[in-house]
């Protein structure tokens, strides 16, 4: 298994093999996870009422 390369800057998870860098308008400091990484896409480039669209 491969050595933790730290926590997710948002939920805290271990980050291994793939950090990925937050976009500056996320105001966050450090590397995230990539279940952390698809949310924050989401949120910032999909409009409020299509999420629910977009989820199904």
Not at 29 to 52: N, V
Request: charged share 25%.
């Amino acid at each position: 298994m491969a050595k933790p390369a730290g926590k997710c800057a948002s939920c805290g998870a271990d980050l291994t093999t793939f950090k990925y860098k937050p976009m500056p308008e996320w105001n966050m400091q450090g590397p995230i996870c990539g279940s952390c990484y698809s949310r924050k896409l989401t949120e910032h480039y999909i409009a409020p009422d299509r999420r629910e669209v977009t989820k199904k």
